[in-house]
C-alpha cells in the first residue's frame, strides 16, 4: 500500500516556473518508477515525464528541455521542476506509481499558466 501526496500547484503566468512534489508513504527506493501525468480539460491523460529507481528520464517531447524529474530518497519525495511554462502546460497533475503490481494515484494538483 502505497499513499502519494502532491503539492506545488498553482497559477502561474507564461514562462514562470513551478515545482511540484509527491511524497510518497514508502521508501522511494522500493519502487520501481514514478511518473507524472497530466490532464487538460477535455483531453486524455498523458505521461509527462518518467523516473526510475535507477535514475533514469523519460519526457514527453512537449516537454523536454523545460521539465525536470528528480528524486529525493532520504524525503521520499519526488519533484517535477517546470521552467518556461506555456498556457498549453495547464491541466491537472498527477503523481503515480506501480507497486507490487498495483498502480496508486495522488490527488492531483491543479496547474494553470495564463498567457
Known amino acids: 500500500q502505497v499513499q502519494l501526496v502532491e503539492s506545488g500547484g498553482g497559477l502561474v503566468q507564461a514562462g514562470g516556473s513551478l515545482r511540484l512534489s509527491c511524497a510518497a508513504s514508502v521508501n522511494i527506493l522500493r519502487i520501481n518508477a514514478m511518473a507524472w501525468y497530466r490532464q487538460a480539460p477535455g483531453k486524455q491523460r498523458e505521461l509527462v515525464a518518467r523516473i526510475t529507481s535507477g535514475g533514469s528520464t523519460n519526457y514527453a517531447d512537449s516537454v523536454k528541455g523545460r521539465f525536470t524529474i528528480s528524486g529525493d530518497n532520504a524525503k521520499n519525495t519526488v519533484y517535477l521542476q517546470m521552467n518556461s511554462l506555456k498556457p498549453e502546460d495547464t491541466g491537472v497533475y498527477y503523481c503515480?506509481?506501480?507497486?507490487?503490481?498495483?498502480?496508486?494515484w495522488g490527488q492531483g494538483t491543479q496547474v494553470t499558466v495564463s498567457s
Open positions: 503515480n506509481t506501480v507497486f507490487q503490481l498495483y498502480p496508486y
